[in-house]
């Protein structure tokens, strides 16, 4: 009892009518793992029986109690529990075409935003239903070079002679670790030129005394200095004076004319 209350119960196969989430095989691997973690591989077959059955959700239920027999062709190791496991089967997967399944598996590509593990580990969950000849790592290995979306990744795989699954795992993980780490420091240069342009364009104080005096200046008179008016203006005491540097008699110049 102490172990069925720690371990999770997996989600019901087919709790409404419709297509299941997971695949049967698939379902039935996280099933007997179910079993396992409860110590239930040595339960009588009728209790797995009644386990599975309340596994399977209320339109998985309604489905089971209507399949017909299958008889043990004389299978010592044939029970209850292995009766309705081949019943769900043949119901479920039985009309499996092998060739369809290893369509979707050859056809899989690995998507701009999935990492290399995640991309290998959808193509692990479509190649349990494809039932291929000879270990899996070769078409992993295969799926990894012709369908990855970078291209850097599969040239460096294929300048490689006959690499293994492991060897090309790690020639497609370096190549994302550099990739993200280029993108992170062109991120931090940009934010930095960012900052250098506001650093430079920013006024300081000094800018604006300096703005201030030069303001102040192209107010005062350039022939007497004076605050309160222009250079033109006929209250300046320099009209009709003799300027010291050029030896002229200094003229209004909207007088200039006139005059």
């Known amino acids: 009892m102490n172990y069925l209350l720690n371990a999770t119960v997996p989600i019901p196969f087919l709790p409404e009518p419709g297509i299941p989430k997971l695949q049967w095989k698939q379902w039935l691997r996280?099933?007997?793992?179910?079993?396992?973690?409860?110590?239930?591989?040595?339960?009588?077959?009728?209790?797995?029986?009644?386990?599975?059955?309340?596994?399977?959700?209320?339109?998985?239920?309604?489905?089971?109690?209507?399949?017909?027999?299958?008889?043990?062709?004389?299978?010592?190791?044939?029970?209850?529990?292995t009766e309705a496991v081949q019943r769900l089967q043949k119901h479920f997967q039985g009309d499996l075409s092998i060739i369809?399944?290893?369509?979707?598996?050859?056809?899989?590509?690995?998507?701009?935003?999935?990492?290399?593990?995640?991309?290998v580990a959808e193509l692990r969950i479509l190649a349990a239903t494809c039932e291929f000849d000879g270990p899996l790592e070769k078409y992993l290995r295969d799926q990894i070079a012709v369908n990855c979306w970078?291209?850097?990744?599969?040239?460096?795989?294929?300048?490689?002679?006959?690499?293994?699954?492991?060897e090309t795992l790690e020639i497609a993980r370096g190549i994302e670790r550099s990739v993200m780490a280029s993108k992170e420091l062109l991120k931090n240069t940009a934010i930095e030129n960012v900052q250098?342009?506001?650093?430079?364009?920013?006024?300081?104080?000094?800018?604006?005394?300096?703005?201030?005096?030069?303001?102040t200046t192209n107010t005062n008179c350039?022939?007497?200095?004076?605050?309160?008016?222009?250079?033109n203006s006929r209250d300046c005491p320099a009209t009709g004076k003799m300027c010291a540097?050029?030896?002229?008699?200094?003229?209004?110049?909207?007088?200039?004319?006139a005059q």
């Open 30 to 81: 996280t099933f007997n793992s179910y079993l396992l973690a409860i110590d239930g591989l040595e339960f009588a077959p009728i209790r797995k029986v009644a386990i599975l059955y309340n596994c399977l959700g209320s339109e998985g239920q309604r489905i089971f109690d209507h399949l017909p027999t299958i008889s043990s062709s004389g299978d010592q190791q044939w029970d209850a529990f």
């Open 100 to 119: 369809v399944e290893r369509h979707k598996f050859f056809t899989r590509r690995q998507l701009q935003e999935e990492s290399i593990d995640t991309f």
């Open 150 to 166: 970078d291209k850097r990744i599969q040239e460096k795989i294929l300048c490689s002679r006959n690499p293994t699954l492991q």
């Open 196 to 215: 250098a342009v506001h650093s430079v364009h920013k006024p300081t104080s000094s800018a604006y005394a300096k703005r201030n005096d030069k303001t």
């Open 222 to 231: 350039y022939r007497c200095g004076s605050r309160n008016h222009l250079a």
């Open 245 to 257: 540097k050029c030896k002229k008699k200094v003229i209004l110049r909207r007088f200039a004319k």
